[in-house]
Structures are given as C-alpha cells and as structure tokens.
Nanobody
Framework: VQLQESGGGSVQSGGSLRLSCVVS????????MGWFRQAPGKEREGVAA???????NYADSVKGRFTISRNNAENTLYLQMNSLKPEDTAMYYC????????????????????WGQGTQVTVSS
C-alpha cells in the first residue's frame, strides 16, 4: 500500500489550499484515513480523520477552517484548508489503516499503519 500526497505550497495568511492523497495497492474497504502535520521542532499531531462511514474528527485548532473528505471510488483523500494561519505551517502527511477505530483513536498517529511522504504547507503573515 502506498500513499502519495499533493497540493501543498506557499500561501498568505487567510488563503486556502486543498491537499490530496491517493492510495494505491490493496487496502480493505473498511478503513480509516487521516491527515497529520509536523512543524519543525514539534511533534506530529492529528489534524483530521474520516472513517469509511464518512464520520469525521477534527483537532480543535482547525475546526471550522479545515474539511476532510474522501472519494472511495478513486481511493483519494482530501483536506480543504481555508482561512490559513502562519501556525498551520508544517509538513502534512496522510495516513490510512484497514481497521476500524473509535473516534478517540483516529487522531493518534500510533493508530495508523500506512503513511505518505508528506507535502509542505507554508503560510506567511
């Protein structure tokens, strides 16, 4: 299983970006996917997650600004990021797993088996 992110870039504060993550290779239909980010000198943190039934979870810091979605037919995960702030600057990673997880676990990086290489998002003030 391979995950490939795209869509990162540099934007000014208040701008928008849409990240994509394509999953290739076999993965069970019942799977959870998530977006994580890691800023320099900081730990990786969960941003948003979506389960196979389309239920979603968000970190408090991005609620109301970011939207996670998925296209199961195309094995693609998205993250629409609006009203971006300088503190959103980080490397963004997508992750996937074939197991069901309770909502409490979906924003934990230890939950996921498969990871992409990351795409850089830089927000300037």
């Amino acid at each position: 299983v391979q995950l490939q992110e795209s869509g990162g870039g540099s934007v000014q504060s208040g701008g928008s970006l849409r990240l994509s993550c394509v999953v290739s290779g076999y993965i069970h239909n019942t799977y959870c996917m998530g977006w994580f980010r890691q800023a320099p000198g900081k730990e990786r943190e969960g941003v948003a997650a979506i389960n196979s039934d389309s239920t979603t979870n968000y970190a408090d810091s991005v609620k109301g600004r970011f939207t996670i979605s998925r296209n199961n037919a195309e094995n693609t995960l998205y993250l629409q990021m609006n009203s971006l702030k300088p503190e959103d600057t980080a490397m963004y990673y997508c992750a996937a797993d074939s197991r069901y997880f309770s909502p409490l676990l979906r924003l934990s990086q230890s939950t996921y088996t498969y990871w992409g290489q990351g795409t850089q998002v830089t927000v300037s003030s």
